[in-house]
């Protein structure tokens, strides 16, 4: 494979990651608040939501700028701070 070739190809497994995560917590979230966020906190509920969380905030911050074109970011990043009063 091509340096090009390699490049698509592993942006590609990030983005299909971060989608897949995503996914997966969106459709979860209600059976997450259900038996994790409405308990006692305990070892294993940090567990979990540290697992959990780590992992889509990681993939969000690292792994999807990556990814995206730099203008696309620019752009996200421009009309938050707008829309923000800044």
Do not use: H
């Amino acid at each position: 494979m091509s340096g090009n070739e390699t490049y698509f190809f592993s942006n590609s497994c990030l983005l299909v990651a971060a989608v897949l995560i995503t996914y997966d917590t969106l459709l979860t979230f209600s059976r997450e608040v259900q038996c994790i966020w409405t308990k006692k906190p305990n070892l294993v509920t940090v567990l979990f939501i540290l697992q959990r969380y780590c992992t889509l905030i990681e993939l969000v911050v690292l792994g999807l700028p990556a990814v995206m074109p730099i203008n696309l970011l620019g752009y996200i990043l421009f009309s938050f701070l707008r829309r923000s009063g800044y």
